[in-house]
């Protein structure tokens, strides 16, 4: 997902009185924190962490030494963590949802169920930033408020969700004979397709150096009936998603509406199905 921007409107440029610009909150040394093998931007920490971004809804994008100094920021899709002109999809996550730029994606509180959301793009955005922005924002409330736990710890909350950000794009003519095939999974009545589901998991390699094939579908309909229960299971549900070939403003619009569906299963008094 990497073609055009996204014009979402810009935020409203207010004097942030009150505002406390977020910090940075990641590892000074990227080397050992990561035992030698990870070093995409080493001059990260020492480029940004006495001057890092910040975002608030009132005051978009800024460096915290400047915050009334409004910038439109893009997506990086390469190496660098960020850089003057914008940054990586998950720092601007990180940023909407309060938590600070970081060397560590994870770093702040959400798990794998959550993170796994943004798979959808492969975590690759090179349009707008601001729209990431607001969506981390509903990351932040989902994490914080506790509802990502909730849903974690309860196999009701988790189903219903998986069902709710699989229903915003299914059907769909890319999904073929998958579609009826999840529909009837999400109304509680997939146990008729169990035998030709089966057929549909792919053979085994023969040769070792052949890659093992997998249909993400399998998955998906392994989670809607039960058959499945794993808090990573949005993965499968996200890679499904990317067999639709949704454009930028579409697969910014079903993570959005995905967060909100967490935002429901996750709060104290459990929805109504």
Known sequence: ????????????????????????????????????????DPQFPI???RNPWCWSSELGFHRS????????????TGNKFV??????????????AGWGTSTDPCRGGWVEQTWRVFEAVDYRWSGNLEPVAH????VGRHVNGGGQERIATDDTRLAGWFRDAILEFVPHPNLGEWNDVLLRACHGQGEQDRHW???????????????????????????????SRHNGGMRSIS???????????????WMTATMRHALRWGRPDLPVS
């Open 1 to 40: 997902m990497t073609s055009a921007l996204l014009q979402a409107p810009g935020p409203r440029r207010v004097p942030g009185q009150g505002h406390r610009c977020q910090p940075y909150t990641g590892y000074d040394d990227i080397r050992s924190h990561h035992g030698g093998k990870y070093l995409a």
């Open 47 to 49: 480029t940004y962490k």
């Open 65 to 76: 030494r400047t915050p009334d100094i409004p910038h439109q920021l893009t997506g990086l």
């Open 83 to 96: 850089s003057n002109r914008g940054m990586q999809m998950w720092q601007a996550l990180r940023l909407g």
């Open 135 to 138: 969506l981390g924002r509903l």
């Open 197 to 227: 589901v089966q057929q549909q998991i792919p053979t085994p390699p023969t040769h070792r150096r052949q890659q093992q094939r997998v249909e993400p579908r399998v998955y998906v309909w392994e989670y809607l009936t039960g058959t």
């Open 239 to 253: 890679a499904a998603f990317r067999m639709t070939e949704p454009s930028d403003d579409q697969a910014m619009a």
